[in-house]
């Protein structure tokens, strides 16, 4: 896509750093941006900025924060002995959004990945072993994401815990809310049936 | 989508300008411009603030350009002689990756939305009527959008140049390539069928 100098040209390869961003979309993006709406343009690249600078993660949680500590960390209300690991932010948004969960987090920020170079220490293990030996969880709550990478950072982490005698448990498995069995795939199916409780 | 503190909330509202983009997605591309691609988003923010401060209007063809006149005005290989007028940049664009024009452009950033408040100032009419005077345009080439205000934009345009006795060609409407007869709207099957041509 040549033909309009090399800024513009440069902002939609820029655009592309988005996820589900491709050349076509960058286009119009740029095109959008331009032509329609460049006070809006003006105001992301300032947020982009301020967000860069101010934003890092909770020494604790390692969630993204404005602060040290984050809000959550720092809320005395919260209940030290639960701690639900989670891969990402969005998790913890939505497990708040979908649960009355009241105690603490931890975010990996992603999953064991050998082949992507992604070991324990990039997941914050050394940290979270830390928060283990404190010897005041009482509940770990693995909310990892149900993937072959997932179940194993889930089953890493559970043995960590296990060995310190800390109780942990897994989100539960199985039909979806709405599901129809006949288009199940047959994994959840048979995680569903092996795990029937009764009335 | 409340919780991990203001900036990380305005840089989502931000991202919110960029066109087919919405909570979720915002939300997605927060997490993972500050999770996973910082250096991405500091050259977006370099690139949006850069292209801000350099890239406007060709004074001539209202494309954008890092230059007073744009590298299409200022080539003077080009034949001053055909004027193809359409609505976006990105359709200067198309055109030129699919034909082998070797005309100038003129973008109007628009169709004549008179509920919208775009009437034909907004458009650089006056800017056209201009050109159309220099009495050195052969061929006004309409490529609007074949939309009900694409069309009505060009008949607008078609006036002005008839008025000044500048020959006007509007592209072909018909069956697209590859595309079926069955399956085609009527509009364009009309269209097609009124406009048959000999073999």
């Known amino acids: 896509m040549a033909g309009l100098g090399p800024k513009i040209d440069h902002l939609m390869e820029a655009l592309r750093c988005l996820p589900g961003v491709g050349p076509k979309s960058a286009q119009r993006m740029t095109f959008h941006l331009l032509e329609r709406n460049r006070d809006g343009a003006e105001q992301l690249a300032l947020a982009l900025t301020d967000a860069l600078g101010h934003i890092h993660h909770c020494k604790q949680c390692r969630i993204l924060s404005e602060t040290e500590l984050c809000s959550r960390c720092a809320d005395p209300q919260r209940q030290r002995q639960q701690l639900c690991i989670v891969e990402m932010p969005s998790d913890v948004l939505a ?4 649960t009355h969960y009241n105690g603490h987090f931890f975010v990996l920020s992603g999953h064991l990945s050998p082949l992507d170079g992604i070991g324990p220490d990039a997941l914050g293990m050394p940290q979270l072993i830390a928060l283990f030996d404190q010897n005041i969880i009482e509940e770990v709550i693995l909310a990892t994401n149900p993937t072959v990478e997932g ?5 890493y982490i559970g043995q960590l815990a296990q060995a310190r005698n800390i109780p942990v448990t897994r989100l539960a498995h199985g039909i979806p809310l709405g599901g129809e069995l006949e288009y199940l795939d047959s994994g959840t199916l048979s995680r569903a049936f092996a795990g029937r409780a009764s009335l």
Not at 151 to 155: D, L, V
């Open 151 to 155: 179940e194993a950072t889930a089953h």
């Open 95 to 98: 497990i708040e959004q979908a």
